[in-house]
Structure formats: C-alpha cells, structure tokens
C-alpha cells in the first residue's frame, strides 16, 4: 500500500488498487479520464464481445504492478520515496498519448506525423494540464514524461525505464492478463506476481532469477498465444484494418492528424471520431460495413517459419508489399484498393513493436552457493524463445466478399500455392 494511501479502486484483475493522492489528482485530469473512451482492443469486440475495456483500467493497473515491483525488496532497497512516487505516476500515465482506437490511430501518426503515441505521451505530459498539475505538487513534468515512455535514462537507475519498458516491463504484464481476461481467450495460466518477486537490480539493470524460468517461459509463450488468438485475429485485424482504412480516407476532411495543442488532440477519442467518420462521405461506407458487420475477408494466409530475401522484404518494406499488391490486383483483375497485405510488423497492429521489433535476450542470473549473482545469457539456457519468433511471420490477404476467390488464386500464384498444413478454414 502506498505511504500517503488516499483511498482505494476495485479491479476486476488486481483486486483493489490502493492509491495516493497525488495519484488521485492525477487520474482526475482530463488527459487520463479521456482513456474511459479509447478502448484498449478496438476491433476485437468483433470477435470477443467481452472486449470492451479500455486505456483507463489498463493504466490503474500498469501503476499498480510497478508499485508491486518497486515493493520487491531487492528494488525498494535501490529507490527513494520519491523515486517510487514518481515511477508509479509515470505508469499511471504511460499511455495518455493514444489515439481513437488505440494501436489503429498509429497508422495515421506514423504516416503523417512520424510520430508514435510514446511521442504524444510525453506532449501531453508536459503541455496539457497534467504538466500543470505535476509542478504544483513539486513533481518535475519533464522526468515523468520521459519515464513514462522508458526514456528517463536517470545515471546508474537504468531499472526505472525498465519497470515500465522492456522485455518483462509491467505495461506488458498487465495487458496480457487484462485481455485474455476481457476476452476469455485465455492460453496459459501467467503468474506475474512470481515473475515481479523475482526480479532484481543487477548494476543498475533490471535481471529475473533463473528460479523463475518457468514462469518467464510461460509469459512469453502466453505473449505469443495472445498475439495470434487475439491481437492478430484475423476477424479483428479485418475490423482494425477497415478502421484505419477510413480514418485515412477521411482525414483531409475531418483533419485528425491537424491538432497544434494537446487540447486538440485530446478531443479525439473513439465515440467522437466514430461518429464524425460516419458523418463524412469519404468513410462513412466503411462505418455502416462495420456497423452491420460487413467485414473483409481473408483470401489466403501463410505463416512463413523460413525467411528468405523475398519473405524478408515482404515484412520489412511496404514498397515492397505495394508492389505486390499491385501484382495480386492485376492478376485477379480488381482494383488495387480491394487488395490489402497484412503482416504483424504494420504501425496498426496492436503490439507490433513489443512482440517482434525487440530483442528476445532477457537479462536472467542464477545464484552461486556463497550467494553471488551470476548474469547469463537467457538464448543459452532456454532455446524455446528463439524457436517461437517464428511463429510470427504471418502473411495475410484480405479482400471484398465478392472478389475472395480471384484474390485467393492471384495470391497463390505470386507468392506459390499455401501448404495444406498452412490452410485455414474459413
């Protein structure tokens, strides 16, 4: 429990969640009440109608695992009050920067803006009334917009940027039990709490026990299952994907990526960009498809476990998936727009960064009989991470309805007809 314990707030996954004051400002702002209205899964309720939750409950429940961690003795012994005070608000805050439909708006950021929703973050954080309220409390705004996103880089406190960004940061403990949760599509049992009891600060670097193997393979395996059955679902990446679709047809009108303060951006949320797409003849067809559940279909899906030049290209350069694109369209005879390739690595897909862009080398030690800690290479103990990256390179097609079957042809031509075991029922 906090030291200034104000009160507290029941959550259906962590049970309640003991709060400062300091903290209790904090959730009253504005930027952090706007996350009531972005769901965390936009799309998914699709598929797992229980998906309905959102950033607000998300972020209470990222400060309370990073309270959890710093309570760890073998990290509280490393940090001042302060430093806790601080870590756990920078949590709190962490995901304030997200647009109408989360990970979808990204797309929109990513292309227009080349920004990410950690760049926005840390804007608000700073510029909005949180920046405001942070300094009359005695709070340095700026820190806590860095750390918020992992970038605080504090001399010999690296661990502070890795309770709420690395490879077992708290941000991901939380959303895979929160969406397998809301989902129900719940594959494998994660024991977060034995992992946060066995961290500890080596140097000054965040480092798991090997005693907790199990449970470090078993979160990941559990990251990887959630991936496929719920963040990459081909029916909520179809809903995600027509989504982002008609926030890009409809943004020269509507301007959503033309806000200059934080106010502007902050007016964005799911409820009024839903309904100012539906309202705009350059999306609002897309809309009444989602609404009655016209989705796109998928015409043909592989998972690559061998990466050659030409998989390489087709998941790291969009030029690359454009030109193909093009090919499928001309093939099937249909306009390029009803071709769509899907891959894990595009800005829309929720996660994208955290399962595939980072390095799978966890920092883990073991303990010699004298009690001395000893780092070592997780790739060298433990081969089944290594071994699951493949599982990732999933290659989609989606299309309309009508032109499904042309497509899948098209498809199966360019990219070599898909291996009976690869198949999919539809």
């Known amino acids: ?150 970038k605080l880089h504090k001399p010999s406190k690296a661990f502070l940027d890795q309770i709420i960004s690395s490879a077992v940061d708290v941000d991901k403990q939380d959303f895979i039990v929160r969406d397998t949760y809301h989902t129900g599509a719940e594959y494998g049992f994660i024991d977060v709490y034995r992992l946060i009891h066995a961290l500890d600060v080596l140097g000054e670097n965040l480092a798991v026990e090997l005693g907790a193997l199990s449970a470090l393979e078993a979160f990941m395996i559990a990251r990887i299952e959630s991936f496929k059955s719920i963040y990459f679902h081909r029916v909520g990446r179809a809903a995600q994907i027509m989504l982002a679709t008609a926030m890009e047809q409809a943004n020269p009108e509507l301007g959503l990526t033309a806000f200059k303060s934080p106010e502007e951006y902050l007016a964005l949320d799911d409820y009024t960009v839903w309904s100012a797409l539906k309202k705009c003849k350059a999306s609002q067809e897309i809309i009444g498809d989602l609404e009655q559940r016209k989705m796109l279909k998928c015409a043909y899906e592989r998972t690559f476990y061998e990466k050659d030049t030409m998989i390489s290209n087709i998941f790291g350069r969009e030029s690359y998936r454009r030109q193909m694109q093009m090919e499928i369209a001309n093939e099937a005879g249909v306009d390029i727009k009803s071709v769509i390739i899907d891959v894990p690595t595009v800005p829309s897909v929720p996660y994208h960064h955290a399962v595939l862009m980072e390095s799978m080398e966890i920092p883990v030690f073991s303990r010699s009989q004298q009690g001395e800690k000893m780092l070592q290479r997780l790739s060298e103990i433990s081969k089944i991470f290594e071994t699951l990256k493949g599982f990732m390179n999933i290659l989609r097609v989606y299309t309309q309805a009508a032109d499904r079957e042309k497509v899948e042809k098209a498809t199966a031509k360019a990219l070599g007809k898909i291996p009976s075991s690869a198949k999919i029922s539809f």
């Not at 104000?6 to 930027?31: Q, R, S």
């Not at 952090?32 to 607000?56: D, I, K």
């Not at 400060?63 to 302060?82: I, K, T, W, Y």
Request: net charge negative.
């Open 1 to 150: 429990m906090p030291k200034s314990y104000w009160g507290e707030i029941k959550d259906p996954v962590h049970g309640y969640v003991y709060i400062t004051e300091a903290e209790k400002n904090m959730i009253d702002t504005y930027p952090m009440q706007r996350l009531r209205r972005l769901r965390q899964l936009a799309g998914s309720e699709y598929v797992y109608p229980g998906a309905n939750h959102t950033r607000f409950e998300h972020s209470l429940g990222v400060m309370f695992l990073a309270g959890q961690v710093l309570d760890n003795p073998n990290v509280s012994r490393c940090v001042s009050d302060e430093e806790v005070a601080v870590c756990r608000i920078s949590a709190l805050l962490h995901d304030c920067g997200h647009g109408p439909f989360s990970h979808v708006f990204e797309h929109l950021l990513i292309k227009d803006l080349d920004k990410t929703h950690e760049d926005i973050t840390s804007w608000i954080i700073e510029k909005s009334e949180t920046g405001e309220k942070l300094s009359k409390m005695g709070y340095n705004a700026q820190d806590i917009a860095k750390l918020a996103v992992g």
